[in-house]
């Protein structure tokens, strides 16, 4: 958990030391190890500089610096005058110390109910560069207008979400979990641990027994599914596609590469791609994600992700690994550069999308593979260069989506040969639109 920003274990009744090896979490922001009954030397190490007395309050047997409000540690060969005087310390000054800061902090949290009763708090709902923190029912009520269907952004297998905006003026996504449905509890979980670039971030969250919800950062511009077959989006140009599966291609490449223990999408489609106000593609809906654990993969016997976009190993035997996110991220490419579902209806018995593209690749025909609209006619001068890069992006997928997951890249190298491929692709269209 070398990523880990904040931690809060207070109220436990832990005993023993503080783990050193905590020293090496550089980046926890946040540490609350009070009102337990721990002891020994605080270490000083890594965050341990940044943090306050109240991260260590009420451990009568804490010892560290003096900027801690705790005792100062002292060597087993001390004289026994010191022991003596440690012992009159412990048996008469800090609880005096402790009753103090009880009452203070009592006397405080009994001022701050109080305003809190007179107005509502304009910081309700966790922002980025604060501490996280649950949010209430009746918080995000308000937020979303009653949960009012104008303000509707969508559904999914798990649930609504729904549009709105903080008292700060900031919009949010606030998806909602069907509990009636068994899976939505472990989606809510799973969704929880999984966050990093290019991945939605979660905000805040409701956890409460009958209603659970995430509120996640706001994408203006939609999925990419919209973008690809909704009429009221103008069409994706090459470029425009390319950097979109470049942002996917980097977000999977984290989730496979960048975490100690591999995570595994499971669901990915171009329902959950998700574009923010500059167009960069974000990761999304991660109820099924999985977590590796010290193996390349694992099997479950349940099978929740999208047809189409699943890897056969997948189906057939409920085989979990990151090469099932490649196939997947292989046929997310076909798709955003050919504009068809691999469920399109054309697609039937031994035909698939994967087979079609194959077969035209063969013959040279990539004009029958792609987007019309990004090849509009033979004429254009710059058809040369859009079928020889095109035809390229499909031997790609298709090494993506090969029958054997043994067989298929990784997510690093996917990434590697598109960022290759879109530097290839702006010094051959030096001034052209692309």
């Known amino acids: 958990m070398l990523s880990l920003e904040f931690l809060d274990l207070s109220k436990n009744n832990l005993s023993g030391v503080i783990p050193k090896s905590l020293e090496t979490l550089l980046q926890l922001k946040y540490l609350n190890l009070s009102i337990n009954i721990l002891q020994g030397e605080i270490p000083t190490g890594g965050p341990f500089k940044n943090f306050s007395a109240q991260s260590f309050a009420t451990n009568a047997a804490l010892c560290g610096a003096p900027r801690l409000h705790v005792q100062p540690c002292t060597n087993s060969t001390e004289k026994p005058n010191s022991k003596k005087a440690r012992k009159y310390v412990l048996k008469y000054i800090v609880p005096g110390i402790l009753s103090a800061m009880l009452l203070g902090t009592f006397i405080t949290l009994l001022i701050v109910r109080m ?134 291609a980097s977000a999977l490449e984290y989730l496979h590469h960048g975490y100690p223990i591999p995570i595994v999408h499971c669901d990915l489609k171009p329902g959950n791609i998700l574009l923010d106000e500059n167009m960069v593609a974000h990761v999304a809906d991660f109820g099924i994600a999985k977590l590796l654990g010290g193996g390349d993969s694992m099997t479950q016997t349940l099978t929740l992700a999208t047809l189409g976009y699943m890897a056969p190993e997948y189906g057939r035997e409920g085989i979990v690994s990151t090469k099932g996110d490649v196939y997947s991220f292989g046929i997310v490419l076909m798709e955003i550069f050919t504009k068809r579902k691999p469920t399109d209806e054309m697609f039937v018995e031994e035909m698939n999308m994967k087979q079609w593209i194959a077969d035209l690749l063969i013959q040279d025909a990539i004009v029958d593979v792609v987007d019309a609209s990004l090849l509009e006619k033979e004429a254009d001068r710059d058809f040369v260069w859009k079928g020889d890069f095109l035809s390229s992006v499909m031997g790609l997928a298709l090494a993506c989506c090969r029958e054997s997951p043994q067989e298929r890249i990784t997510m690093r190298d996917a990434a590697a040969i598109l960022s290759k491929m879109k530097t290839k692709l702006l010094k051959d269209t030096a001034g052209d639109s692309v």
């Open 115 to 248: 305003k809190r009763n007179e107005e509502v708090s304009t910081d309700t709902i966790l922002l980025p560069d604060q501490h996280w923190r649950k949010v209430s029912y009746q918080e995000l009520l308000r937020v979303t207008s009653g949960f009012n269907e104008s303000n509707l952004i969508g559904t999914g297998g798990f649930g609504s979400v729904y549009k709105g905006t903080l008292s700060n003026g900031m919009e949010v996504a606030v998806k909602v979990l069907n509990l009636q449905l068994e899976e939505a509890f472990k989606a809510f979980d799973s969704e929880c641990e999984m966050l990093s670039n290019n991945l939605i971030k979660i905000i805040n969250s409701c956890n409460e027994v009958d209603f659970k919800a995430l509120v996640l950062n706001y994408m203006p511009n939609g999925s990419l599914e919209r973008w690809l077959y909704s009429e009221k989006f103008c069409s994706l140009s090459i470029l425009e596609r390319l950097n979109i599966m470049i942002d996917v």
